[in-house]
């Protein structure tokens, strides 16, 4: 494969793709005409690649996969898997190579996890779908890989919303494809399964050698976990990147902009703009006034470290001390300090 | 679990030969199949009315009850099933048309029925069913919301029954009375000529269903995950809705409409083997479809008493609490499928 070299954007540290595409052009028929969501896409998918699929809603990250996954055909364009035009592939010719995690909601009783598991050794089995020796140890792998082993005679709508989409992806694992593609694997989980699905998503790119390809709304997972960024944008062509690559040229920012948050280069996350009713001083740099500063930002002051301020904060002695016009009160936590603070505020504002 | 269930098929077969207006035991049941009879009479009701009659209650049980299941796995609805979703309907306008025609509509030259014999009432059936289910399904694309397809249903229950109740109206009465007969159900109407154009369909549609547990399977887990583990999702669909057809043709054909056994049998499989896995409940429900028949049967005919009850009506009284105890749980109602 010929390989362009650019300095940034654009460029990944895998070399050889197992998916790529030509002229891709994505997008639907609607009622009024064609809507184009994005057009001629040149994109590559290497093995042992973790690539996170982002952008804000609406832009068409569905469509893009749906489109790759061959739920959907494409506008214009080529889709090759492993040397082969998915145009040309036969259903279970493409079930070999591309396995996939959904979000469409499995509404379905008395399925066992070893039942919804076995569903992924569909392309490889019988008519009967009998399983042979060698189907249930690659089961048995797949259950093993996201932890569910003792789950197997458990009923599938029993389990809670992480444990299901592990068995979702013990599913796909044991379809054995060299590339597997999640919608949304962590919508609706709390963030210890969240982690833990990224984890496991993760050591799985690295250690099996496979293609790993999800969609996020998870920024901050993303640019923590993922090999490659593909960033959507509702207007401008999709960008294509390390994450760090795409903070540092600036585009991460750029898609996500809003009025309501600023996205903060240093840290590599996202601070909500509140409106700013005043300025406070706080002096400190422990744990307890980084999160005296943040309370006092939800409460719409805009922190300054130096003592210019007629509102002073300050931690010392298990007590937050909060100086307006020289007047102290000692705050034992941070629900006082604010309620204190509301109070005089109110106060002041009564008497002007 | 598989042995209680073939041993209770047996025994209620059995006791189906046994009783009715004329109770013959079991012991007489050998001494007749042994070529033995107490009595010629007994003989006679044996092999004429009894055993054709405890044969199409098997078949028309094992049958409807899979093309239920075939139907809520199809449609993603644990309320589908051949009554509810009007397919019975739509076998019945095509017999009412096979049956009624000479008068109604094509004059007396088209008399279907001498012409065509069982196999046109099995077609007329299967083509007024498929025409129905492919209604509905196509209109389920559109909409995807378990109640409003039964609504869909419903309605095509509706258009069918009305325009049997047209063709009714320019029929001859004895043609209605013949009509009207069959729509009450029964198992006793079919005789060996018929059950061996019944039979062999019944048998084959059944054999091929056992066959379909992957791909149904798949379907279970919603289209695209069927499409994505490389099940062909269409032609799927239309393998599900021929076979349903031709079942819920040929039985109604027959035996006249059976309510709610498709809907109701499914559910008691799955409860019974506490699984949805198809490899397990097409033969499960197929097992238990025969069991409930059966019994079904042999209330309709009211041991010990001289008259029999309308089956359709046994099997309305055992299957809608069935669905009415489901549509209660609604708030499981996915879970329950």
Sequence with gaps: MEHESEKTPGDTPFTVPILYTQGLTIGYQTKKGVLELERDLSIKIHNGELVCLIGPNGCGKSTLMRTIAGLQKPLNGDTVISGVDVKKMKPHQYARLLSLVLTDKINVGGMTVLDIVSVGRYPYTNYFAKLEPKDHEIIEDALDNVHLNDYKDRFFHELSDGEKQRVLIAKALAQDTPLVMLDEPTAHLDLPNRVEIMNILKRLAKETNKAIFLSTHELDLALQTADTIWLMNRDAKMEIGTPEDLVLSGMFEQVFKSNSFTFNKHSGSFKVVHAIKGKVSLSGNDVYSIWARRALEREGYEVATDSDWFIKVQYSNDLWELNIHNKTYNCHNIAELLRTLRQEMSLISDST | ?337
């Design chain 2, 1 to 337: 679990m598989v042995l209680i269930g073939v041993g209770s098929i047996l025994c209620l077969f059995l006791l189906d030969l046994s009783l009715g207006s004329v109770k013959i035991s079991v012991e007489e049941l050998f001494r007749i199949i042994s070529g033995n009879a107490s009595k010629k009479s007994w003989e006679y009701i044996f092999f004429n009315f009894r055993l054709p009659k405890a044969i199409t209650a098997i078949l028309t049980g094992a049958g409807i009850s899979v093309a239920g299941l075939q139907m809520q796995t199809l449609f993603k609805n644990p309320l589908a099933g051949p009554s509810v979703l009007g397919i019975s309907h739509g076998a019945s306008l095509g017999v009412a048309v096979f049956v009624l025609s000479s008068t109604a509509i094509f004059g007396v030259t088209a008399n279907f029925q001498e012409t065509l014999g069982s196999w046109g009432l099995i077609l007329f059936a299967i083509i007024g069913s498929f025409l129905v289910l492919l209604g509905v399904l196509l209109a389920s694309s559109k909409v995807s919301d378990t109640v409003t397809v039964l609504i869909v249903g419903l309605m095509f229950g509706f258009i069918t029954g009305a325009i049997v109740n047209i063709l009714q109206y320019f029929s001859d009465p004895e043609l209605i009375q013949n009509f009207l007969v069959w729509t009450f159900g029964s198992l006793s109407g079919v005789a060996w000529s018929q059950l061996k154009v019944m039979g062999p369909v019944l048998v084959l549609t059944l054999l091929f269903s056992l066959f379909y547990s992957k791909e149904m399977n798949a379907l279970l887990l919603g289209e695209n995950y069927a499409t994505g583990v490389g099940v062909n999702v269409s032609r799927t669909r239309l393998k599900l809705i021929l076979t349903t057809s031709i079942i819920a043709g040929t039985v109604t054909a027959f035996t006249g409409p059976i309510a709610f056994i498709g809907v109701a049998v499914p559910h008691l499989a799955r409860l019974l083997f506490r699984t949805s896995n198809h490899k397990v409940l097409i033969p499960a429900t197929m097992m238990c479809g025969m069991v409930i028949m059966l019994v079904c049967d042999i209330v309709s005919q009211v041991p010990g008493a001289q008259t029999t009850l309308p089956l359709n009506s046994v099997t309305a009284l055992f299957g809608a609490p069935v669905i009415l105890a489901i549509i209660i749980k609604s708030k499981k109602m996915k879970g329950a499928f």
